[in-house]
């Protein structure tokens, strides 16, 4: 099992069992999100500090559909430097609201989700942040490597209303091309 993966697993383990059932109605989620428009490779631009990430650069989650109609998940880094060895996790997500396809469930380990919510979202689908209930976790994420600076400005914006410190965020280091 790969550190990204095992890490992962307890990320995973402590937001659906720990944490699932806190705060939940408190966070927003965007009113409404196409998967199909979602889906595709996105680069992480920002995020907060957390275990499974920790030494992670050039950091990507990529989305496709699977037979069974789920979202398959592969999340993947370089550890150490833009060099160093790929890092990958493979799982799959699913939509638990589908009023909004805001709220996703994401799973690389059974029995273990933790929540996927969208909570702020490009009308073109060029950029998303992605947290979850407990606002111990929250994602930025680019269609590119990296960001407009006013798009990451107003995001920012945002944030504390949405009950996060953007104080805490970390760039996450990527390349400057493709």
Known sequence: MTNL????MAFFWGTSCAHG???Q???EVVPSVDINRYLGTWFEIARYPN??????????ATYSLRGDGNIKVINRCNEGSFDGPIDEAVGKAWVVDPSTNAKLK????????GN????DL???YQWAVVGEPDRQYLWILSRT????KNDYEGIISRLTPKGYDPQELIITPQKETL
Do not use: E, H, K, R
């Open 5 to 8: 993966a095992a890490t992962l």
């Open 106 to 113: 994401v799973q690389f380990f059974w029995p273990f989700a």
């Open 116 to 119: 996927y919510w969208i909570i």
């Open 122 to 124: 490009d009308p073109n």
């Open 21 to 23: 059932a806190l705060n």
């Open 51 to 60: 275990s499974f990430q920790g030494d992670c650069f050039a950091s990507t």
């Open 25 to 27: 109605s408190q966070l």
């Open 145 to 148: 490597p990296q960001m407009d």
